[in-house]
């Protein structure tokens, strides 16, 4: 299943070199009778071709980078001599070559600016301050869980009735970031960041004071609206700074941090609640998220690209943190993106996303997964509760096989998925012929299979998932404490890794829009989640736990198709899209030209 598609063909004949000096690739023979062609055909006059054009059979085309000639003469010629060529506005700075529909870009004399400035490990120190950021939202879930029992005694309500507050959580937790997520990215990360904290702070102030039932659960919903954001916009950030190559290890990183709202979370919980009561557990809260929020405003500047382009622009108010190195000039930017702004469409636009069909059936799968995932979760207080005799401190304690698998799950698919990025771009390579120093960019590679990179383990991720669930209630019946903990940890471990790989791939196909196709990702994730938690104790009454996560185990493997579906047709989805993007795109500038 590892293999990748082919790709355009390149014939047999004799190989191109590589010539370092001159920034191109020489062919065995030069086609000097193409250049008179080309001289009699030009439309612009152009009496002296500079330029020197070869030709391969395959349709190969090479451009030097360093001859005087323009971008506007070179254009006609190109027009006129291949039909392949689709990325005109890079002829005035690189040597091309161009093979189907692919075109790779060699960097040369004339360098364009990076991705962006800021090096590695500058990049690593953003994406730990966004990653405790994002901490938050699974960390105010799960720290939750514990104080269900003492909730329901301190008001006088159901345990079911409580449980609803964790249903609220994830309705809203699912639709908040649908809203932050366009705000960020028109208005900027850091900005959005700021909104999002004061909104948790307040609400933790809120839950601290509640003295009834329903105002706890009101405070619940404005807390996970403060809160869930916080991913979509971290993403956004990743998004940002980093090329396809080298965003794997780092959205391991971040699902990796993150995911010790996971481990620790019920833990901090069950010792709050034990020695301090649960109204201490949003004192706790609010007293992190200040001093998250002020790391937000003193280290984390603004990355969002159509205002701080590659990390050069000198940044200004808001967007400029209190401790700020100002950017060498080094580097010039790139064409910024156009701005845009806020408007109720924008807020609605993302959910078109899901219309796309590579995007539906990543999302949905990964949706599926976590639902499973949601219910086994939620469940353990009840079920650990009614099979073995535990306080609130241990009830805390067992959820830790859970977050150690969430954690370890997201950090070591993060390298995987960075290893597995570079076998298929060496792959890619020899298939195409390209040079180990000639640079791939896989966003401007419609061929290029990044649905292959990032599924490339999947498959046996999904059926340790499967397995584990399956056994998972079964095996608290045997009342031996260790063995559904040890199931617990698995089920984590896949889950996470199966939600790592979607966020990169969600990331790559929207590498602009990365916090909107988040807070989509989100979105689909959490409604089918809070539905799954809304219904799960009631078909474990009826059912008992083995049948019921034995039945979900096998949704998850009737789903499985769509996995299949996205390996062998997303590129072609993507391609088709890319397609339809350019048509409309250059159907707007006729438009805007006539006007």
């Known amino acids: 299943m590892d293999s990748v598609n082919p790709g355009p063909v390149i014939d047999d004949k004799p190989s191109s070199t590589f010539n370092q000096s001159r920034g191109v690739l020489e062919q065995p023979q030069t086609l000097s009778s193409q250049h008179e062609d080309l001289n009699t055909s030009s439309q612009r006059g152009d009496e002296a071709i500079n330029a020197s054009l070869e030709s391969r059979p395959n349709g190969i085309f090479i451009i030097e980078p360093n001859h005087p000639r323009t971008r506007d003469s070179f254009e006609g010629d190109i027009e006129r001599s291949t039909e392949f060529f689709d990325d005109k506005e890079r002829l005035d700075s690189s040597a091309v070559t161009s093979s189907a529909n692919s075109v790779y870009v060699a960097k040369q004399e004339l360098e364009e600016p990076p991705y962006h400035i800021f090096s590695m490990a500058k990049k690593r120190q953003l994406v730990y301050i966004v990653s405790l950021a994002g901490l938050f939202s699974p960390l105010s879930s799960n720290?939750?869980?514990?104080?269900?029992?003492?909730?329901?005694?301190?008001?006088?309500?159901?345990?079911?009735?409580?449980?609803?507050?964790?249903?609220?959580?994830?309705?809203?937790?699912?639709?908040?970031?649908?809203?932050?997520?366009p705000i960020s990215d028109t208005k900027g990360r850091r900005i959005t960041f700021m909104g999002t904290f004061i909104v948790y702070l307040a609400s933790n102030i809120g839950?601290?004071?509640?003295?009834?039932?329903?105002?706890?659960?009101?405070?619940?919903?404005?807390?996970?609206?403060?809160?869930?954001?916080?991913?979509?916009?971290?993403?956004?950030?990743?998004?940002?700074?980093?090329?396809?190559?080298?965003?794997?290890?780092?959205?391991?990183?971040?699902g990796g941090i993150r995911m010790l709202g996971q481990s620790v979370g019920p833990v901090f919980g069950g010792i709050i609640t034990q020695y301090l009561g649960f109204r201490a557990i949003f004192w706790f809260l609010f007293g992190l998220g200040a001093l998250a929020l002020l790391l937000i405003v003193v280290l984390l500047p603004e990355t969002l690209?159509?205002?701080?382009?590659?990390?050069?622009?000198?940044?200004?108010?808001?967007?400029?943190?209190?401790?700020?190195?100002?950017?060498?000039?080094?580097?010039?930017?790139?064409?910024?993106?156009?701005?845009?702004?806020?408007?109720?469409?924008?807020?609605?636009?993302?959910?078109?996303?899901?219309?796309?069909?590579?995007?539906?059936?990543?999302?949905?799968?990964?949706?599926?997964?976590?639902?499973?995932?949601?219910?086994?979760?939620?469940?353990?207080?009840?079920?650990?509760?009614?099979?073995?005799?535990?306080?609130?401190?241990?009830?805390?304690?067992?959820?830790?096989?859970?977050?150690?698998?969430?954690?370890?799950?997201?950090?070591l698919t993060g390298y995987l998925m960075d290893y597995n990025y570079k076998v298929v771009e060496s792959r890619y390579r020899k298939q195409h012929n390209i040079p180990a120093d000639i640079q791939i960019k896989a966003n401007e590679l419609l061929d290029f299979p990044i649905e292959v990179a990032r599924m490339r383990n999947i498959w046996w991720i999904v059926i340790v998932f499967v397995v584990t669930t399956a056994l998972y209630g079964y095996s608290l019946n045997l009342e031996i404490i260790a063995l559904p903990l040890v199931l617990q940890f698995f089920i984590a471990y896949t889950a996470t890794?199966?939600?790592?790989?979607?966020?990169?791939?969600?990331?790559?196909?929207?590498?602009?829009?990365?916090a909107s196709a988040t807070a989509v990702n989100n979105l689909s994730r959490c409604l089918l989640g809070a539905a799954g938690v809304a219904v799960v104790q009631l078909i474990i009454d009826a059912l008992g736990s083995g049948v019921t996560f034995l039945i979900f185990a096998g949704i998850t493997f009737a789903c499985t198709p769509l996995l299949m579906l996205e390996w062998y047709h997303g590129g072609r989805w993507r391609s088709e899209r890319a397609e339809k993007l350019k048509k409309k795109e250059e159907a707007k500038r006729a438009t805007d030209l006539e006007g």
């Open 497 to 514: 890794a199966v939600f790592s790989s979607n966020s990169a791939l969600i990331i790559d196909l929207y590498p602009g829009k990365s």
């Open 305 to 411: 690209r159509s205002l701080a382009g590659n990390g050069s622009i000198i940044l200004k108010g808001i967007h400029r943190p209190l401790y700020y190195v100002q950017p060498s000039t080094e580097h010039p930017s790139q064409e910024l993106p156009t701005k845009k702004n806020v408007t109720v469409s924008s807020v609605i636009a993302p959910l078109k996303f899901l219309l796309e069909k590579d995007v539906f059936v990543t999302l949905f799968f990964g949706a599926i997964i976590y639902t499973v995932w949601s219910m086994v979760t939620s469940s353990t207080t009840a079920l650990f509760s009614e099979h073995f005799d535990l306080n609130n401190l241990e009830l805390g304690l067992i959820f830790l096989p859970n977050g150690a698998g969430c954690i370890s799950g997201s950090y």
């Open 143 to 181: 720290i939750y869980f514990p104080a269900l029992k003492e909730i329901s005694t301190d008001f006088n309500v159901s345990l079911s009735l409580v449980s609803l507050t964790v249903t609220v959580y994830m309705i809203v937790q699912g639709l908040a970031p649908s809203f932050w997520g």
């Open 207 to 254: 839950l601290a004071f509640s003295d009834n039932f329903a105002t706890l659960m009101v405070f619940r919903a404005i807390q996970a609206a403060g809160s869930a954001a916080t991913i979509a916009i971290g993403a956004g950030v990743i998004g940002d700074i980093t090329t396809p190559k080298e965003r794997g290890g780092l959205i391991g990183i971040f």
